[in-house]
């Protein structure tokens, strides 16, 4: 649970829709990590646990104007960002090198925690 609370603070930290893109990618993987193997179940009560306390950290800590930024880019704001930010490079590079490989991984099944290949 320490894990998912540090992964999810780290992401609010980088920006509110890294934030929310990440909150729903892992509840899409805990989801199939327990659809593939039901004997994990405590994933899911664990998962939403920890989200729940980054979100109330983050309602308590961070100021309102940080959550209208995530409005702003939702209307088309920062489209055609000039300058790369520390997310945005950060999201690419984690989609060049990272993701295709555990998706291969994922559909052939390879590895224990490979549920894509298991539905």
Known sequence: MALIV???A????????????FVLGWIGYSTLVVIADRSRWRLIPASVAALAIVAVAAHLLLPEAYYGSLL???QGAH???ILPAVHILLYLLT???IVPP???AGWRGQTQ??????I
């Open 6 to 8: 540090a992964l999810a």
């Open 10 to 21: 780290l992401n609010v930290l980088l920006s509110p829709e890294i934030a929310v893109a």
């Open 72 to 74: 702003s880019f939702s």
């Open 79 to 81: 489209n055609l960002p």
């Open 95 to 97: 989609l060049v090198l």
């Open 102 to 104: 555990q998706l291969a």
């Open 113 to 118: 925690d490979a549920p894509l290949g298991r």
